[in-house]
């Protein structure tokens, strides 16, 4: 009771799992994820796992429509590395991905964006000449994705970081694509080891009597293409789910047996199989 109380104040921690089993569930998904920097501007070069989604398992054509709005300098910038990594995806795909690059000026074609599911939003830029002085433009920035009858969009994108555009981007890629195959990535759970479970609702204090959310409740909602469910070894008597593209450990607290740790090898040694193991400074 005391360790989970401990546990339970410790919300920056479990935030912070949150955080890293969205992303590493990405990677052990994708595979091998290196970067050899060959665009025009030397921002970005598709990871070997996004190449291979766009590659190998796209049976349907994937059409994008990114709308964007022009005119402030920032913009223009995000516009040109969107555009070089949106290139990337379409040479990757061995013309299974097309993208346009659209600028909503027209009535009709403002309507087409929100349609597709983005936002119309105010986009702002401070000048360089003077303090009180600011360039403010509405408009749109987003991408809308349709891959046979499934469409999906990212609402809006900001022009003030580049970063972190192929996760999305890749996410939103694998969602459509699973849902349209009917298609999910499974991952276990190592349970009964005492370890702090994705299914526990502590990871904001209580109010009103109800319990906060889970992390497996956000994962469901972040990324519904991956399946989570938990991995009982019974003592090293039962084998992994091999059918599984990974496991993650979440804290344990009790020490894993010899004949254990046989089977989470026996299951990495099949190859493309990865184990992650969360671990913090509670216990």
Same mark, same amino acid.
């Given at each position: ?13 479990? !935030?912070?799992?949150? @955080?890293?089993?969205?992303?590493? @569930? ?34 349907? /054509? ?83 994705? &349709? ?43 190592? %349970?009964? &080891?005492?370890?702090?479970?994705? %299914? ?26 991956? &399946?989570?469910?938990?991995? /009982?070894?019974?003592?090293? /008597? @039962?084998?992994?789910?091999?059918? !599984?593209?990974?496991?993650?450990? %979440? ?33």
């Amino acid at each position: 009771m005391e360790r989970k109380n401990k546990a339970r104040a410790q919300t920056g921690f479990y !935030l912070a799992l949150v @955080a890293v089993i969205l992303v590493m @569930a990405n990677v052990i998904s994708f595979g091998a994820y290196k970067r050899i920097d060959m665009t025009k501007s030397e921002r970005f070069t598709l990871s070997k796992g996004s190449a291979r989604l766009v590659s190998e398992k796209l049976k349907q /054509d994937l059409q994008v429509d990114i709308y964007v709005t022009r005119g402030l300098p920032k913009h223009e910038a995000f516009i040109q590395d969107l555009s070089d990594l949106m290139g990337e995806y379409e040479r990757a795909s061995n013309g299974k991905l097309k993208y346009t690059i659209i600028e909503p000026k027209t009535e009709e074609q403002k309507t087409a964006a929100k349609e597709a599911g983005l936002q119309e939003a105010a986009f702002g830029e401070g000048s360089e000449t003077g303090r009180d002085q600011a360039t403010i433009s509405r408009g749109f920035m987003g991408m809308a994705f &349709k891959y046979g009858s499934e469409k999906e969009s990212i609402p809006i994108l900001s022009p003030d970081s580049s970063q972190g555009l192929e996760f999305w981007i890749t996410n939103k890629i694998r969602e459509i694509r699973d849902r349209a195959e009917n298609d999910s990535q499974k991952f276990g759970v190592i %349970t009964g &080891k005492e370890e702090i479970k994705l %299914t526990d609702t502590n990871l904001v204090a209580a109010q009103g009597g109800r319990g906060g959310p889970s992390m497996k409740g956000i994962i469901d909602q972040a990324l519904p293409f991956y &399946k989570i469910e938990d991995v /009982d070894l019974q003592n090293g /008597d @039962a084998e992994i789910n091999k059918e !599984l593209a990974g496991i993650i450990l %979440t804290q344990p607290a009790k020490d894993f047996t010899e004949k254990e740790l046989r089977r989470i090898d026996q299951f990495l040694m099949e190859g493309n199989k990865s184990l992650v193991v969360f671990a913090g400074a509670i216990n």
